[in-house]
């Protein structure tokens, strides 16, 4: 399938591109809307007040009486009841079942990246990958949500709002993108010194492009095609990479980094920290410390370079 890339979009609450997204949207609106009526109403009341004052009519008790208890309790009262029971209706539901036909996603939270598994309907095999989710456009996609470390937060604006990824718990949230694009999401509770750097991409396509990768994904890495990436799966291997990292028909007992079955498909690395370009994998490895300072990889700044090229190149093969 010829995929030319989809445009990234505005991470912004106020570009919604699904219904749960819009609804969030809407209750923006309302209360930016409603905040700025009142604020205009307050500094008119308060221009009228100071002018009164300059032309010496003083106030009389009751009038001020009045104004307290109206303008400080009873409106505030109205209003405030007026949103609550309006955005307690818009608030979807706590679903304990997925939707049929839903597509269903586990999501793992770690310091300071995103785990991501999908079943492939046609083969059942389960894909797993990092910080990129691919959704099909038009279905609802059913997320469960899970945290190995602190507690993270699951935000995608232009999707839905925000859900906690707690340990020792699955939250669920459901989704469905009706725009095809690329999302941007981002860790939305603090959790440590890189959770600015824990960002996901969320790419939603139409359903055959969505059946076209999922299919990919699922297949194991292909052999190197090159001397050059034949060497760097030996680096791989010979520096233990695998023994955080998993590259099935390689190495499949790392569990502790991110998949890099096909790390060379994803549009960033390290958890949108970079864009995913020639050359940017070699920097990653040897660099990892001083780009994400924390992160639970190290820098392999002892690699010999002609090593760390052939790791670099073999790792953007696996497409
Ligand atoms: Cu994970 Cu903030």
Redesign the pocket.
Known sequence: MSSAPLPEQLQSVLSPAGQAAQQVADLSWILIGGAALIFIGVMGLLVWSLRQRAAGQAHRVASKRLWLLGGGVVFPAVVLLALLVWSTARTPGWLAQPPPGALIVGIT?Y??WWEVRLRDSATGREVTLANELHLPTGRPVWLGLSSRD?I??FWVPALAGKMDLVPGRTNHLLVQADQSGVYRGQ??????EQ?AR?ALHVVAEPPAAFDAWLAAQARPAEAPSSALSARGQQVFLAQRCNACHTVRGVAEEGRLGPDLTHVGSRLYLGAGTLANQPGQLAYWVAHTQGIKPGARMPSSNDIDSGSLQALGAWLESLK
């Open positions: 939270a310091l300071w602190v993270h937060s860790c939305a509770e603090f959790c440590g959770h824990m």
